[in-house]
């Protein structure tokens, strides 16, 4: 009896605290959400999209609600190219190396999210990784790169708004077009001419590859 006791003691207690642990992970949820500028990040994904040279986007220091236009460096390259003139081979080779889910998640691969974030709290700790390439869109059009658990939440969020915004062939779309390759180039298109001298829908499987692994 005494036993059954103490066991259900130890239920109740491991209860308690799942029920804290969810009703915190929902407390933050909602501090983080009330705080994300949606209209900001669809202005940056259209903006990003319509723009040949490097143009990028950064918090407003005096309104951090805003965006403001950082100023082109210069050296820096960059040619916007449509989905359709960017081989298969290419966008293939992309999505299996990056995000082999992509055209089937909601802006986030919850598993390796799971996983990145048990390895986080019980591995190496610096270590994140499992990013989609939506998410990749947001990091790299909004310049947010700050290695913390509330960036990579607030990134989370952002994710899943972008995917309910926009379809799945525009985001590959200004993934393949913002994507820095090195060589101070931005996007497939800037890459395949600083790279092999050619438009991208003239890449070879080989060069493709080449690009994939840069």
């Known amino acids: 009896m005494k036993r059954k006791r103490v066991i259900y003691g130890i239920s109740i207690g491991i209860l308690s ?14 501090f983080i959400y009330r705080d994300i500028n949606f209209e ?12 040949e040279s490097t143009t990028l ?11 403001v236009a950082v100023e082109q460096l210069s050296g820096f390259s960059k040619i916007y190219y449509p989905l359709d003139e960017i081989p298969e081979h290419l966008k293939r080779g992309i999505i299996s190396v990056e995000d082999k889910i992509f055209y089937e998640h909601s802006g986030v691969d919850v598993k390796r ?31 947010d790169s700050e290695q913390t658990v509330r960036r990579k939440l607030t990134e989370i969020i952002r994710a899943y708004h972008i995917e309910k915004r ?7 779309e200004l993934y ?22 050619k ?5 070879t499987p080989a060069e493709s590859a080449a690009l994939i692994g840069i």
Do not use: H
């Open 57 to 67: 986007y950064a918090k407003d220091k005096n309104s951090p609600e805003d965006y």
């Open 176 to 197: 393949l077009n913002v994507i820095p390759f090195g060589e101070n180039s931005y996007g497939i298109g800037a890459a395949s001419r600083a790279y092999f001298g």
């Open 166 to 172: 926009y379809e799945k062939d525009e985001i590959l």
């Open 17 to 30: 605290l799942a029920l804290l642990f969810v009703i915190s992970a929902l407390c933050v949820f909602v």
């Open 40 to 51: 900001g990040d669809e202005l940056l994904f259209e903006r990003s999209g319509k723009y």
């Open 113 to 143: 999210s799971i996983l990145a974030a048990m390895n986080y709290i019980f591995g190496q700790g610096d270590v994140f990784g499992a990013s989609t390439l939506t998410q990749q869109v947001i990091k790299n059009i909004s310049g």
């Open 199 to 203: 438009e991208p829908y003239e890449l």
